[in-house]
């Protein structure tokens, strides 16, 4: 089976930065799109961003876009979320998922099949 284990969430400052790690065990062969979604309390899940396993070509929302970064270490099963110019409204439970469908829409939460367990990042102003 497929896990997903997140780390390096925490509190920071606003205008600071955070790395997020998604380590994946199991068979990841085949595994098509990795992604990041958020969840503010009261808020519905949102994407944050998306990569695409093969070719590395990447999705992002427009409220993180030129601030979020995804990438990939394939050798090591692991996705990247390099998070810089943080403001308090990226404060969220921070989620990251995978795929193996090639026909999955990367912004779209129910295209992903497994999710790892949430870590938390608060931006304080």
């Known amino acids: 089976q497929v896990q997903l284990v997140e780390s390096g969430g925490g509190l920071v400052q606003a205008g600071g930065s955070l790395r997020l790690s998604c380590a994946v065990s199991g068979r990841t062969f085949g595994m098509n799109t990795m992604g990041w979604f958020r969840q503010a309390p009261g808020k519905e899940r949102e994407f944050v961003a998306a990569i695409m396993w093969s070719d590395s070509s990447t999705y992002y929302a427009a409220s993180v876009k030129g601030r979020f970064t995804i990438s990939r270490d394939n050798a090591k099963n692991t996705v990247f979320l390099q998070m810089n110019s943080l403001k308090p409204e990226d404060t969220a439970d921070y989620y990251c998922?995978?795929?193996?469908?090639?026909?999955?829409?990367?912004?779209?939460?129910?295209?992903?099949?497994?999710w790892g367990q949430g870590t938390q990042v608060t931006v304080s102003s």
């Open positions: 998922a995978a795929n193996r469908l090639r026909s999955a829409t990367p912004r779209s939460a129910p295209s992903y099949e497994y």
